[in-house]
């Protein structure tokens, strides 16, 4: 497990989990996660673990962010549901769900 990060970015995350799915987060941890497919590293960075309170099915979210234009983030809080057991299958699904849309 990592240090928390710091703590203007983890309020930004914590403010994209609120909007995306309409519970209140908790910060547990900073889990570092390196997926890579064929050998080549298709993202790397810390996931933040947030426990949920309110929301009618999931006990937790991972949430992330990255940069895309000029000062813009592209956020993401996919919920511990179905498949998404931890930080890595939450990577993947999110990697899988960008690839269906064409996203970059």
């Given at each position: 497990?990592v240090?928390?990060?710091?703590?203007?970015?983890?309020?930004?995350l914590?403010?994209?989990?609120?909007?995306?799915?309409?519970?209140?987060?908790?910060?547990?941890?900073?889990?570092?996660?390196?997926?890579?497919?064929?050998?080549?590293?298709?993202?790397?960075?810390?996931?933040?673990?947030?426990?949920?309170?309110?929301?009618?099915?999931?006990?937790?979210?991972?949430?992330?962010?990255?940069?895309?234009?000029?000062?813009?983030?592209?956020?993401?809080?996919?919920?511990?549901?179905?498949?998404?057991?931890?930080?890595?299958?939450?990577?993947?699904?999110?990697?899988?769900?960008?690839?269906?849309?064409?996203?970059?």
């Amino acid at each position: 497990m990592v240090g928390m990060q710091d703590p203007e970015a983890l309020e930004a995350l914590k403010e994209a989990v609120r909007n995306m799915h309409g519970s209140e987060p908790t910060w547990i941890a900073s889990v570092p996660v390196h997926e890579t497919f064929q050998g080549e590293t298709v993202w790397q960075g810390e996931v933040q673990v947030y426990e949920l309170t309110g929301h009618p099915q999931a006990k937790r979210c991972y949430a992330w962010s990255h940069a895309t234009t000029g000062t813009k983030r592209r956020f993401y809080a996919v919920l511990e549901l179905g498949p998404v057991k931890d930080a890595v299958t939450a990577v993947r699904a999110a990697i899988v769900a960008d690839a269906k849309r064409g996203a970059p």
